[in-house]
């Protein structure tokens, strides 16, 4: 109660403030937007479909590639995890090419892929899949070695082991790893829109840009935060709660 | 005297020598496999299901040095019979069920079940771990289940033989919980429904009680031997508490300390049922308990010599 309370004015304040500003006019409104006008695109994007469509087009390559991503991730974390070799060599470059903002894979890209989806995929690929495996890594070292001899033991070889012992044993410490991912994957496909002309809500954005029309641009940030939100709190809350369930508190943090 | 000596070895950080002034360290000297001696169980038939040849496992440490961790087993173990392992802890003994369960392989000998050497694990020999063996991601009947799934048993049959064996260890009515949801005791009677429910010959229990109260402990105590005069099976069972070890076993085979050898075996010929508090088993339990205690001595002295500080392994009693 106390917190929706907190929630309420903090929110209140924030809104009364921008309003307060932007009805002082101390910057022209097409630099400084009204909330009514942000309002007002949004729902002139939505009426005329736009903002429909992008949402579509953006929802469904971060899927995709995510998805490979996860995939990838999931087969080269174990790679490095459960193989020496592996893990003293290409266990450093991981963690070195992290720190590569995924962006800098675009000129490349476009390169190898041409001006097209492929580039687009390949950028948001190249920004969650380090996170996945990485994750993926640690989670499968953390993994209590127990499990595995139990499943093994209980006569689970080979892709069965994999997939009822090594997979739900190690989810609870890839999680957060996956939420990660995530929240790259999203970012470098919005970038990747920003610069290349085609559907999407980077590109949306972008229109908002050339048209000077500063409603537009914040309406499109607002729908970007708002998914991005939605996709951790209900598909990553409801997974963690789901394991809370499962494996009682303490093995997940 | 033996009481007193017990009382004495479970107080911690005072030197060896302050206990046992009179005591000689000789250096382990090498012993010939003891002969199998026959032992009073009906169900036992003179068959060696589980067979260790001369076997002997060494492994890498982190100092880059060879540790050898078993020399020279010889084991043999006979169909339906109830063998607990004792030794103090270091000598190998949980590193001697992962190698009848195939999990490892040993350095060199053979490991022989029903004649056969094992290749890896197999659902006929199920080990039993002290605790987080089961899969917290599933339910106890999920659980229970596992092994049969893995096999390919059809659903209707599995769901049948999962009920059966959780009311063999009267944990039906939890058939649909979460393993966080259960206490230690009742977690154990589900590992036991799981590893019974793939029908093995050979179940392997690595302490599997350690970690309960006593009362507990002793509730399964009576449950393993009844479950074990009903299925017949073959157990391995090991344990760093002696009385334990006899009250449970048909014979005690104790390990020395690193490396772990076999250094005397007691057949228990004690009538079943047994229980915890007989002084019989406390008689008996007396004389494993001496010569594992020089055993821990010796671990004791290791210990002190790598300049680590003593540890006495907390469960052993008299």
Known sequence: MKRAAHYLAFYAGLFGLWTLLAELKIWPPYLFPTPWGVAEALYNGFADHTYWIAIRVSLERVLIGYAISVLLGMILGLGVASNKFLEETMGGLLVSLQSLPSICWWPLALLWFGLNQNAILFVVIMGSLLSVTLAMEDGRKQMPKIFGQAGRNLGAKGFKLFWYVLLPASLPFIVSGLKQGWAFAWRSLITAEMLYLSLGLGQVLMMGRDLNDMSAVIAVMLLIIAIGYIVDGVVFKGMERHLQNKWGLSPVS | ?318
């Not at chain 2, 406390?282 to 205690?293: C, E, F, H, I, P």
């Open chain 2, 1 to 318: 005297m033996n009481s007193n000596m017990a009382r004495v070895a479970n107080r911690t950080a005072v030197p060896v020598e302050a206990y046992f002034p009179d005591r000689v360290v000789r250096p382990a000297e090498k012993r010939e496999p003891v002969s199998v001696r026959p032992t009073r169980r009906d169900l036992a038939v003179d068959v060696s299901k589980v067979g260790l040849r001369d076997v002997w496992l060494s492994y890498r440490a982190q100092d880059g040095q060879r540790l050898l961790a078993l020399e020279n087993i010889h084991l043999e173990v006979r169909a339906g019979e109830f063998v607990c392992i004792v030794g103090p802890s270091g000598c190998g003994k949980s590193t001697l069920l992962h190698l009848v369960a195939g999990l490892q392989a040993p350095t060199s000998g053979e490991i022989l079940v029903d004649g056969k050497p094992v290749q890896g694990p197999g659902t006929d020999r199920i080990l039993i771990f002290q605790e987080h063996g089961l899969f917290p991601w599933l339910t106890v009947g999920q659980n229970v289940e596992f092994g049969m799934k893995m096999k390919g048993v059809p659903k209707a049959e599995r769901a049948e033989r999962t009920l059966h064996f959780l009311q063999l260890v009267h944990l039906a009515k939890f058939h649909d919980s979460y393993i966080h949801q259960l206490s230690g005791g009742m977690r154990q009677r589900v590992a036991i429904a799981r590893a019974l429910a793939t029908e093995p010959d050979v179940l392997l229990m690595d302490e599997p009680f350690a970690a309960l109260d006593a009362q507990t402990r002793d509730l399964l105590h009576d449950e393993l031997e009844r479950i074990w005069n009903q299925t017949g099976c073959t157990i391995i069972f090991v344990t760093h508490n002696v009385r334990e070890a006899v009250r449970l076993g048909d014979r005690v085979v104790l390990l020395t300390f690193r490396p772990g050898r076999v250094k005397t075996e007691f057949p228990v010929n004690l009538p079943r049922p047994r229980s915890l508090e007989d002084p019989e088993v406390a008689l008996a339990a007396r004389d494993v308990l001496d010569q594992l205690r020089e055993e821990i001595n010796s671990s004791l002295e290791a210990e002190y010599t790598s300049g680590v500080k003593p540890r006495i392994e907390p469960g052993v009693t008299t």
